[in-house]
């Protein structure tokens, strides 16, 4: 908890300018933050946060210099004070799942309002989480991914994602059993129940239909 005439110091990393610039513009109007820091290279925003005090750190998820989530692998590394708000377009369960495992303390999707940008950067700099109401139904459904085929929604297991993410790496039914410690059969059966979930036996399209879901 900061004090209250303290103000949180704020990094932004993005490497889109124009959203850079105007994030710039929104996070400098709070009055209860001081924003010390924007970048569009995530490895300089790194080299900043060596050196200099920062309370939190707004990023983005894709960069082509280093992505989200190895950024927040290296801030934990560095200074694991720092707490973090991810502000992106993507939520599916996928990235969601990996980026709250890696240590995002907020979530917030990008084109959200100013009050909810705001309310993130209130709750994270006070040592609470934040995540916006369609990041919140991810994760309170315990990540449990969901298809939704022909209005119908379809539940995705633990189990059958960790089949699928071990057919997208090319291993065979034998080669998953001897990972997972399980039966060749219960591969198959495992297989052939994601294929009536997904409502096709062929693995190039189950595999298409995994990643248009963000489940691979």
């Known amino acids: 908890m900061k004090d209250n005439h303290q103000l949180t ?82 939520k599916d369960v996928k990235t969601v799942r990996k980026l709250v495992d890696l240590g995002a303390n907020g979530y917030v999707l990008k084109g959200a309002e100013y009050a909810i940008l705001k309310e993130a950067i209130d709750s994270v700099a006070n040592g609470k989480n934040y995540f916006d109401a369609e990041v919140s139904d991810v994760m309170s459904s315990g990540f449990t991914p969901v298809l939704e085929t022909q209005g119908r929604q379809i539940t995705i297991t633990k189990r059958e994602l960790k089949i699928l993410e071990l057919l997208s790496e090319g291993l065979s039914s034998e080669e998953i059993a001897d990972r997972l410690f399980i039966s060749k059969h219960t591969v198959s059966t495992h297989r052939k129940n994601i294929g009536l979930k997904f409502e096709t036996n062929r693995l190039v399209e189950i595999l298409a239909k995994a990643r248009e879901h963000g489940f691979i």
Not at 47 to 67: C, E, G, K, T, Y
């Open 9 to 90: 110091k704020i990094i932004i990393v993005d490497d889109h300018q124009m959203f850079l610039d105007g994030l710039k513009a929104l996070v400098s109007s709070i009055n209860t933050v001081q924003l010390v820091g924007t970048f569009s290279d995530p490895r300089r925003a790194i080299d900043f946060v060596w050196s200099n005090p920062v309370d939190v750190a707004i990023l983005d998820v894709s960069m082509p210099q280093m992505s989200g989530a190895d950024f927040l692998k290296k801030i934990r590394e560095i200074r694991p004070m720092v707490r973090s708000i991810v502000l992106s377009m993507h």
